[in-house]
Nanobody, 125 residues
Framework: QVHVVESGGGLVQAGGHLRLSCAASGRTFSSYDMGWFRQAPGKEREFVAA????????YYADSVKGRFTIARDNAKNTVYLQMNGLRPEDTAVYFC??????????????????WGQGTQVTVSS
């Protein structure tokens, strides 16, 4: 069992920035693929960004490319999502997800084994 905890959400004005953090338990954190997803009210959960176990491969949704950056610090068992140039449409609950490495895409929510409780991000116009 892996325990996943997100932090760093909040209220920010359009154009502002936030950094989300996700801490995952386990001595094998450096072997996990990690992903960020978000869910706005009345909408399905959608992929935001992902990073593979080594940090050498990253993926982004088209809607956040050039504005968000995913990174990991295996020494701290933490993955980060730096969000710049925030827009009102980025408002959602952001979830961190964890999975053991496998040769399948990192972008599908069904590919992940463990999830955090989410952190709210609200961007005001």
């Amino acid at each position: 069992q892996v325990h996943v905890v997100e932090s760093g959400g909040g209220l920010v004005q359009a154009g502002g920035h936030l950094r989300l953090s996700c801490a995952a338990s386990g001595r094998t954190f450096s072997s996990y693929d990690m992903g960020w997803f978000r869910q706005a009210p009345g909408k399905e959960r959608e992929f935001v960004a992902a990073i593979n176990w080594s940090g050498g491969i990253t993926y982004y949704a088209d809607s956040v490319k050039g504005r968000f950056t995913i990174a990991r610090d295996n020494a701290k068992n933490t993955v980060y999502l730096q969000m710049n140039g925030l827009r009102p449409e980025d408002t959602a609950v952001y979830f961190c997800a964890v999975r053991s490495p496998r040769p399948t895409v990192l972008t599908g929510p069904g590919e992940y084994d463990y999830w955090g409780q989410g952190t709210q991000v609200t961007v005001s116009s």
